[in-house]
């Protein structure tokens, strides 16, 4: 293929090639700081040095009749002028007189005037010539900085804001490879193919072929795009530029489009290497998506830079672009057709088997009890991401060092994942005893709901604790398995728990609170979906209404008010959203019915200890039966019949 050669010359039996050293980038430039400490010395020093209100120049002879009328309280005298302290000030509130000496031995018959005589010793030439000349040429260096940095796209000068703020490393310097990332099996395979590519051009060039330009990493936050950019980076044994997408653009106009160029000049010098841009959406919004914001800005210079940077270069070059973004449908089309961006790698949330492989990495750095498994722990963490798991594992460890425990055990990690889901608990928080009593038969309600309701996600804890912001209580539910679709009857029974807690507030204290704000929230949502989006209504038919645009690499925002259908069918829409929560609220309410007397010890019993288990509630369960089989029925008296 045309261009291999010009990435590895070395013949075929020379072993393998001496990494190359990428060229260091030097941003090195004087200090704003320094400068402004000079010029406010230089203003301090003019102030001191200039002749102020009170002082006034007068000749020889008017300074020698000062002394002969004895005013003089003190003199000094200086090879060039002498200066005299008045006694006391004139009425025009001058306090000391200047004259210039005529001949300096003239100054030797003021000693016989009654005034304190001192001398000044003049500077060199240098000192004069620095006095002089320096302030107006710290002054002149001080305005030229100012202009230099607001020179659109500057390479130069005291700040060259042209310069990109890349960092670059070696691969010996870098600490993370392709065992430090896991959970992503998927993107490491496709991403294994360009690392190959740059190890051994050659043989994957033999057929004609080439690397991609560019590949995009796309997936929520914290799922590790970043870290899989680091680990490729040291599993290619090249060099690595890293760069965030808002580190190109500046209030200068130019000043992007100028760093973008000299990012790519800086590759080219030490290809083959990695590029890779961070937070692409930073950089690379779609043009025109938002009208009022202007059509010439410095983003869309920024933006043009870049796209013409990458239909300039060879891909035989062995140059790699690599972004990352977690807001692929903002992005340009232009970033994402074919020869730009042509390889999209999503790195999703991982799955179970993913969950416990990220855990075995980061369980390996903390001190864990022999009684914690990974598949207990990756069960319990449905949703979380990779950073979600790590922060999980360091909350366990922090909680487990605050009780001097010597392992980590798995009371530490479900304390952890209640901090990390519910928020930190408010116990600090004081609620009188109603409060206490509706929100305990709420969250009893919510509870007994879910337990009632077969193939719902089993409830794990019950708690009257405040946490977070604004929780006053909470019902955490495990589920067993990833989901990825729902049926209708699930959307249903979901509803139906989320309105448990008010359906129990409303049976037992005959009024409704503000307490099931949040699930009322929760549940409006879901039937909206069902109605609008997934095509759940019977009057409705199989047809979407729902006008919020793809959120996956499409560009056409759509207002939120706006709407493709009458308002007769608007209409239809309301009544059916509150037909399936009124029904999920009258399930909930028969459900609660059934299970009163053991709501109410359940409630009773959480209110003392604040905290229950399924297996407290089992408990309560078990002991109501035994009681309710001991009671024996007693016989009708015959006179009564």
Not at 22 to 38: E, G, M, Y
Not at 522 to 537: N, P
Request: glycine share 8%; with cysteine.
């Amino acid at each position: 293929m045309p261009g291999i050669d010009k990435v590895n010359k070395r013949p075929p039996d020379a072993g393998p090639p001496e990494p190359q050293k990428p060229k260091q980038i030097q941003l090195h430039s004087p200090n704003l700081t320094l400068l402004l400490i000079c010029a406010l010395l230089f203003f301090l020093w003019h102030i001191l040095n200039t002749n102020s209100g009170n002082t006034r120049e007068v000749s020889y002879s008017e300074f020698r009749q000062f002394a002969e009328d004895q005013r003089f309280k003190s003199i000094e005298i200086s090879p060039t002028h002498l200066i005299g302290t008045l006694s006391s000030p004139d009425p025009d509130g001058v306090l000391t007189v200047k004259a210039n000496i005529v001949d300096p031995a003239m100054a030797e018959q003021f000693a016989d005037y009654d005034a304190e005589l001192s001398g000044s010793q003049q500077g060199g030439y240098w000192q004069r010539l620095i006095g002089s000349v320096g302030p107006l040429l710290l002054l002149l260096l001080f305005w030229w900085f100012v202009l230099k940095r607001m020179s659109p796209g500057a390479g130069g000068g005291l700040m060259p804001a042209g310069k990109s703020h890349v960092k670059s490393y070696q691969h010996q310097h870098s600490e993370v490879s392709f065992d430090d990332v896991a959970g992503v099996d998927e993107a490491k395979e496709e991403l294994q193919e360009i690392i190959n590519f740059l190890r051994d051009p050659q043989a994957y060039g033999r057929l004609g072929g080439h690397i991609p330009h560019g590949i995009l990493l796309v997936g929520p936050p914290g799922t590790g795009k970043t870290l899989l950019a680091r680990a490729i980076a040291g599993e290619a044994e090249v060099p690595f530029f890293s760069i965030n997408g808002s580190e190109f653009v500046e209030m200068f106009v130019g000043v992007g489009a100028a760093r973008v160029r000299d990012l790519f000049q800086q590759a080219r010098e030490v290809t083959p290497c990695i590029i890779f841009i961070d937070e692409l959406d930073a950089l690379g919004r779609a043009r025109g998506m938002y009208p009022g914001s202007g059509g010439h800005d410095e983003k869309e210079q920024t933006l043009n830079q870049l796209l013409s940077e990458m239909d300039g270069f060879d891909p035989s070059e062995g140059i790699v672009l690599l972004a990352a973004t977690n807001r692929p449908e903002i992005l340009d089309p232009a970033l994402l057709r074919a020869g730009r961006f042509d390889r999209q790698v999503l790195v999703d949330r991982p799955d179970r088997k993913g969950r416990a492989a990220i855990l075995k990495v980061h369980l390996k750095k903390i001190t864990l009890d022999a009684a914690v498994t990974l598949e207990e722990v990756a069960a319990l963490t449905t949703g979380f991401t990779g950073a979600d798991l790590a922060n999980l594992v360091n909350e366990a460890a922090l909680l487990a060092t605050r009780r001097d425990a010597e392992a980590v055990t798995m009371s530490d990690i479900n304390n952890a994942i209640e901090r990390i889901i519910a928020g930190l608990e408010k116990r600090s928080r004081l609620l009188n005893e109603r409060e206490r009593k509706i929100i305990a038969y709420h969250e009893m309600g919510h509870a007994l709901t879910a337990m009632a309701i077969p193939g719902s996600d089993p409830v794990h804890k019950i708690s009257i604790i405040p946490r977070g912001i604004g929780g006053l209580g909470y019902t955490i539910q495990r589920p067993l398995e990833d989901r990825y679709l729902m049926t209708q009857r699930e959307l249903q029974d979901k509803m139906t728990i989320l309105l448990g807690g008010r359906a129990a507030e409303h049976l037992f204290f005959g009024h409704l609170s503000t307490g099931a704000a949040d699930d009322l929230d929760k549940a409006t949502d879901i039937a909206r979906s069902m109605i609008t989006r997934y095509g759940m209504a019977n009057k409705l038919g199989h047809v979407t209404y729902d006008q919020v645009g793809n959120r996956f690499l499409d560009n056409q925002p759509v207002s939120p008010t706006a709407h493709l259908y009458s308002d007769e069918t608007a209409r239809e829409i309301d009544c059916e959203i509150r037909q399936l929560t009124a029904a999920a609220f009258e399930r909930a309410t028969q459900i609660i019915s059934e299970q009163r007397t053991l709501l109410e010890h359940c409630a009773a019993q959480l209110l003392e200890s604040e905290t229950l288990s399924v297996a407290d509630i089992d408990s309560i369960k078990t002991r109501l039966e035994q009681q309710a089989s001991t009671v024996v029925p007693l016989k009708p008296d015959r006179e009564q019949l």
